[in-house]
């Protein structure tokens, strides 16, 4: 079945540590997104990219980073700069060049501070 | 700034009732409006994609309109039945960037038997 795997399901950071959250997919969806979920709080936009070897910032990008270097995977990388990383973060792809289509989501990675 | 607004934040019903959602935008143009479910500790699905220029879209009990001149939207769930029991999130996208989503904080619904 085509879909969108997050792994892992739960990831602990101390404090100066960066960590990594994986995002793969096999739908051949061109674009990709990462989304930040806090509690009663809608998803934020962290990074997109719409193509491989290129991504742009969201709405809230400072203390986090990315990489495109294939179709299938968009990792997100939160760095010690992001002071504030618990929360749900939602990785989504969406078939670029299909408007009427909805964006697909992984079960997300819950990151919490040790 | 395109802001999205659901109303209300909880809601509690007894099964068989219909339950209807509210979402609000304050920036007309949009290219389109999606309704997604998200059960506890999961990642969202999608229920109903709206464009711009359709007032409605139905499947199954779930019908939801749209009116962008008042920038608002409704998501009716017919006979609800504790399974319908989630939180549901209204999302926009713009007309110039299509693939980016403007998130409502969502309603929490618990549909008691």
């Known amino acids: 079945d085509g879909g969108i795997t997050q792994s892992p399901k739960y990831l602990f950071r101390k404090e100066g540590q960066n960590v990594t959250l994986s995002c793969e997919q096999n739908l051949n969806h061109d674009a990709m997104y990462w989304y930040r979920q806090d509690p009663g709080q809608g998803l934020r936009l962290i990074y997109y990219?719409?193509?491989?070897?290129?991504?742009q910032k969201g709405d809230i990008a400072e203390g986090y980073s990315v990489s495109r270097e294939k179709k299938e995977s968009f990792p997100l990388t939160v760095t010690s700069a992001q002071k504030n990383p618990t929360a749900f973060y939602l990785c989504a792809s969406f078939p670029q060049g299909l408007s009427n289509q909805p964006q697909h989501f992984g079960d997300g990675t819950r990151l919490s501070i040790l | 700034k395109q802001e999205v607004t659901q109303i209300p934040a909880a809601l509690s019903v007894p099964e068989g009732e219909n339950l209807v959602l509210n979402c609000s935008f304050t920036d007309s143009a949009i290219y389109n409006l999606q309704w997604f479910r998200q059960d506890p500790g999961k990642g969202l699905t999608s229920l109903l994609l709206?464009?711009?220029?359709?007032r409605e879209q139905t499947s199954g009990r779930l019908n939801a309109s749209l009116d962008k001149s008042s920038g608002r939207s409704t998501l009716y769930i017919a006979a609800s039945q504790p399974g319908d029991s989630a939180t549901y999130l209204c999302?926009?996208?713009?007309?110039?960037?299509?693939?980016?989503?403007?998130f409502g904080a969502g309603t929490q619904v618990v549909v008691t038997p």
């Open positions: 990219s719409q193509i491989v070897n290129d991504f």
């Open positions: 999302a926009v996208s713009r007309t110039d960037s299509w693939g980016k989503l403007q």
């Open positions: 709206i464009q711009s220029s359709q």
